[in-house]
């Protein structure tokens, strides 16, 4: 199954306030139920264990309003052996961080996630849910890249993979779905995702020390890029 590289709609907002808060609302309910929040959680936690820390600065690209950081933030604080998060949220529209809970601090910034705003080494981790897939094979080093620059221990990828019966049960789950925006993004965001074997062939090109690439629930793929 071939990439196919296609436009949607969520990215340029294309559609009414209530039809891009369905597809918001779809996006958390992909993420809650269809292992997006578990395969970050998981990344988080091993590069915790990997660290022996027990508080990690972790900045989202592409973050929305921060759902996925948050939740995961909520859980790790809840276990027994509780992980504290600092989370800082970044999206390329101020719009998209309207309903943060740190809307209007100093933890929720508009910027660009190919040219962040954020000096060398100023956080744990940059992480980023779903974003991956955006990215032509260019972006995808660049972006690491750049990530690597402002982290100091490890870049977090948390994404789909291309499978085709990835893309028949994105088009079949139509019905299930708030949002005209989610009927077309959803296959059109497994079509242009990528394979395991795809991202580490990409992942070699960049600065990274090593890179680890884990399958998980829900043709989701857990990347944790090391720094050197």
Not at 32 to 40: E, H, P
Not at 76 to 88: F, G
Not at 106 to 128: C, Y
Request: hydrophobic content about 45%; glycine content about 6%.
């Amino acid at each position: 199954m071939k990439r196919v590289a296609i436009a949607e709609l969520l990215d340029t907002d294309s559609g009414t306030p209530a039809e891009i808060a369905a597809a918001l609302a779809d996006l958390r309910w992909f993420n809650q139920c269809f292992g997006g929040i578990n395969t970050a959680e998981s990344m988080i936690r091993r590069v915790a264990g990997k660290l022996g820390v027990s508080a990690l600065s972790v900045l989202e690209v592409a973050a929305g309003s921060g759902y996925v950081p948050q939740t995961v933030r909520q859980r790790l604080l809840h276990k027994s052996d509780a992980l504290r998060l600092e989370i800082t949220l970044l999206d390329r529209a101020p719009s998209h961080l309207k309903g943060s809970s740190w809307n209007g601090g100093k933890r929720a910034v508009a910027g660009d996630a190919l040219a962040l705003p954020f000096a060398d080494s100023h956080f744990d981790l940059v992480s980023s849910t779903l974003f991956a897939h955006h990215l032509d094979p260019p972006q995808i080093v660049e972006f690491v890249n750049e990530s690597l620059r402002v982290c100091r221990r490890a870049v977090l990828i948390n994404d789909l993979v291309r499978n085709p019966m990835h893309l028949a049960l994105a088009y079949l789950g139509a019905p299930l779905y708030r949002s005209r925006i989610t009927r077309h993004d959803a296959p059109a965001s497994v079509r242009q995702a990528y394979t395991e074997e795809e991202m580490r062939a990409l992942l070699a090109q960049t600065k990274a020390a090593r890179v680890e690439i884990n399958g998980h629930y829900f043709f989701r793929m857990g990347v944790i890029a090391w720094k050197r």
